[in-house]
């Protein structure tokens, strides 16, 4: 169906509400912003904006607001459509369950650190410091003899040493 | 009346573990009804699986969920693809799910935390299931939802500071892939008024490119950080190595690989032009060097496993962007012997922690002397891994790089490059902690601990199920090769969930004017 053929009389038209598409603006930027902070809290405030905002985004893809999808209640072509409504309800109780996790999450955080805030992992700094002074990674024990040739040499009979004693002579 | 056929097995692997999960969160104070109802229930789902996989070598097993015709209604596709991506995960949830059973016995533990486990792990489970299954995209987010929110549980279980960490960086990796796959879905339904698979795959080449290309990188977005791509990979080694070990070793063998599934799903049903192909050659490329290199660097085996399993997925990556069903057929192939060898290397440095006391590569040592069987343990999936003939490692590969080998173009002879170099850098890298922990002199002196055989049984059980797939490599290659087949032909799914060229599938539908409910949204 070509956007230009629908005229607003006859169907339900595709184009979506201008307010809705701000909205939806107006939420991701939001919650974009909020999910790159450290605190738990705000990432969790950022999730919501962003969940509602794809919410919205799914109830702009069905279409423009039409009447209840009951049958005998609205005619057929004037319904809204009920699939996307039905998606937007499980959308809304999976963020439901992981806003309540991440709060317990965010709450344990706190009662064990006294802050929420994402961690770094502290093996992976521990790695990356050592890379940067081109340090190995582990202590090996076969290499703990930091000896070099040249030091071992003295303590290693050397049958040789008599020929140059011999050719001194 | 009900009649019994292969359908009635579909709908199994999801409902029974859920419904055990909340028989078995009823009866927490019970650890004896919780313990035998979910090895029941893996067992049964094993049983399943293996009459799916029969059954769908004959064609794929559709059921229209609740009677209810498609696309309206969610269908629940099994081919062969889905059902033995169910039987292998559903093997290895039961051996693991053992093992942790051996653990709790052994360490007396049957108090709090355990009470959830059992719950969670069979959300898990149904979760999978459910993302193997799903016929229809929405269902397949829900699928990953489940499985997410339950490993979300289990890897902060117990709530101690490092998992608390480690959990924060995951959880909030997780969620934003989850944003991203429901924006997919949004602009999916948008864009063709469908969320149906097999609808989207008939639909999908009238939309507009641009579009298609936007849905299609949004899709691979959100599945290439739950598969652990690079560069969405770092999450992955900062948070499994915390866990216990069988719920990395579950997780490990498991959740990256619905990632790679729902991946195929995407190259073959909806977008099968290839267009993303190059795209997706570099990025394995990139997956399999980094990871590799990130794991030569760690001096503890969980991380240094960790990053090989990042590296790994890079392997079934290159078979995906192939295009081919040669390609595809090593990539399924390389996936089930990578779910079992990963969950098994995982499941063994669980013991190697029990026998020295730690991880850590420093302070490991002479394990050999001490466990000599630990060590054959350790050794056998560890050369696996590294893809030593004749382990099913090296079949894999070796199947990736003559499909690489046969195209021939500058990219694929790279990729070859690329994966015989990460080969060796892996046996490099495993070496390493082998020599490490079982060979050195021990820097402190470690007593021998008697492993209980509640672990051991199902880590013997589970490597000897990792060689027994070199034996099996042959019937196992041509399953992987019919299934390929079904994938990149383009109709049997399509024809499995419309049959007849019908506008829906077959189940109750009182109006079969297929385009009233659909088309308001749509604007194709």
Request: hydrophobic share 50%.
């Amino acid at each position: 169906m070509n956007l230009a053929d629908v005229s607003p009389t006859e169907g339900l038209s595709t184009v979506p509400s201008l307010a809705l598409v701000l909205a939806i603006g107006v939420l991701f930027t939001g919650g974009i912003y909020l999910l790159l902070e450290r605190s738990l809290t705000r990432i969790l405030i950022g999730f919501i904006l962003v969940g509602n905002g794809v919410n919205l985004m799914l109830l702009v893809a069905g279409g423009r607001a039409g009447g209840a999808p009951i049958v005998g209640i609205t005619p057929e072509d004037e319904m809204s459509d009920p699939l996307v409504q039905a998606m937007i309800l499980t959308a809304v109780v999976i963020t439901l369950g992981l806003t309540a996790f991440v709060l317990a999450m965010a709450y344990r955080s706190w009662q064990l650190n006294g802050h929420d805030e994402v961690q770094d992992d502290l093996e992976d700094r521990r790695i990356a410091r050592r890379a940067a002074e081109n340090a190995p990674s582990y202590a090996d024990e076969d290499a703990e003899a930091t000896d070099t040739l040249d030091d071992e040499a003295p303590e290693v009979r050397d049958e040789t040493s008599r020929l140059g004693r011999e050719g001194d002579r | 009346m009900i009649d019994y056929s292969a359908q009635t097995l579909v709908p199994l692997p999801v409902v029974l573990p859920l419904f055990a999960a909340g028989l078995t969160l009823a009866l927490w104070r019970y650890p004896r009804a919780q313990r035998i109802i979910s090895v029941t229930t893996l067992s049964l789902m094993v049983a399943a699986a293996v009459g799916l996989v029969v059954a769908a070598d004959s064609g794929p097993v559709v059921v229209n969920v609740g009677g209810w015709a498609a696309p309206v209604g969610i269908d629940l596709v099994a081919d062969r693809l889905s059902a033995l991506m169910l039987l292998v995960s559903s093997v290895v949830m039961l051996v693991v799910l053992l093992y942790s059973l051996g653990q709790g016995v052994a360490d007396g533990d049957e108090a709090t935390p355990v009470a959830i486990y059992h719950p969670t792990y069979l959300v898990l489970a149904a979760g999978v299931s459910n993302a193997f299954l799903a016929g229809d995209l929405f269902n397949l987010y829900v699928g990953f939802e489940i499985l997410l929110v339950a490993s979300y549980v289990l890897l902060t279980l117990g709530g101690t500071a490092e998992r608390i960490r480690a959990g924060a960086v995951y959880v909030v990796v997780a969620l934003l892939s989850s944003i991203i796959f429901l924006v997919a879905v949004a602009l999916t339904y948008a864009a063709t008024g469908t969320v149906n698979l097999a609808q989207l795959a008939i639909r999908l080449p009238d939309v507009d490119p641009g579009v298609q290309l936007v849905i299609h990188i949004l899709l691979l977005l959100a599945f290439g950080i739950k598969a652990a791509i690079f560069p969405l990979s770092a999450w992955l080694p900062d948070s499994y190595p915390t866990a216990p070990a069988p719920v990395t070793a579950v997780f490990a063998g498991l959740l990256t690989k619905v990632g790679i599934y729902a991946i195929i799903r995407t190259q073959t049903l909806l977008f099968p032009d290839g267009r993303a192909d190059d795209v997706l050659m570099v990025l394995g490329l990139a997956t399999m060097l980094v990871g590799i290199l990130g794991a030569v660097a760690q001096d503890d085996i969980k991380r240094l496993l960790s990053f090989t399993l990042v590296s790994h997925i890079g392997f079934m990556v290159f078979g995906i962007a192939m295009g081919t069903t040669a390609g595809y057929s090593a990539a399924i192939f390389y996936v089930v012997h990578h779910i079992t060898v990963q969950t098994t290397l995982f499941l063994v440095v669980g013991l190697v922690e029990r026998v020295g006391g730690t991880t850590s590569l420093d302070r490991l040592g002479g394990l050999a002397r001490i466990a000599p069987g630990l060590a054959i343990l350790f050794f056998i999936p560890a050369m696996n891994l590294a893809g030593i003939p004749p382990l099913s490692g090296f079949l894999g590969k070796v199947g990736l790089i003559e499909e690489g080998v046969r195209q021939g173009t500058v990219l694929t002879w790279i990729l070859v490059a690329g994966s015989v170099l990460t080969s060796l850098l892996t046996l490099y890298a495993i070496v390493k902690a082998w020599n490490k922990a079982f060979w050195q002199t021990p820097p402190e002196d470690v007593q021998p601990v008697r492993l209980p055989r509640g672990m051991v049984g199902p880590t013997a059980g589970i490597v000897t199920l990792g060689v027994g797939l070199t034996l099996v490599a042959g019937p196992l290659y041509g399953y992987t090769d019919r299934a390929a087949d079904t994938l990149t032909d383009g109709y049997t799914y399509v024809e499995a969930v419309f049959p007849d060229g019908a506008t829906r599938g077959d189940g109750v539908s009182d109006d079969t004017d297929a385009d009233d409910t659909v088309e308001i949204g749509g604007e194709g």
